[in-house]
Nanobody, 127 residues
Framework: QVQLVESGGGLVQTGGSLRLSCVAS????????MGWFRQAPGKEREFVAA?????????YYADSVKGRFTISRDNDKRTVYLQMNSLKPEDTAVYYC???????????????????WGQGTQVTVSS
């Protein structure tokens, strides 16, 4: 299994941008589907974006972030990114990186499908 560490969260004004990073260690990173989820206070963890293993040709986004967020991966750096633009107060949450063994398996978007999780990074968008 991979171990995941997120960074890049912070406080930003409405309309601003942040880029989250998630560095993986301890596993064959390129063989993992990678995902981003978020959890706001009092709410369930929800899917944000996912990218397929190896070349990242498949990408899925939650409707609420389509056109604003972009997920990408750099296998050489063992890192997955989430570029967040046009941020809104409703994007405020703890953001989690997650990994799912991907080789020859379909990319999924359910939290239960991802077996490895980071500790999370706080994103706060002020109005």
């Amino acid at each position: 299994q991979v171990q995941l560490v997120e960074s890049g969260g912070g406080l930003v004004q409405t309309g601003g941008s942040l880029r989250l990073s998630c560095v993986a260690s301890g596993g064959a990173f390129s063989n993992y589907h990678m995902g981003w989820f978020r959890q706001a206070p009092g709410k369930e963890r929800e899917f944000v974006a996912a990218i397929s293993w190896w070349n990242g040709n498949s990408q899925y986004y939650a409707d609420s972030v389509k056109g604003r967020f972009t997920i990408s991966r750099d296998n050489d750096k063992r890192t997955v990114y989430l570029q967040m633009n046009s941020l809104k107060p409703e994007d405020t949450a703890v953001y989690y990186c997650a990994a799912d063994w991907g080789s020859s398996r379909p990319l999924k978007t359910g939290a239960a499908d991802f077996g490895s999780w980071g500790q999370g990074t706080q994103v706060t968008v002020s109005s």
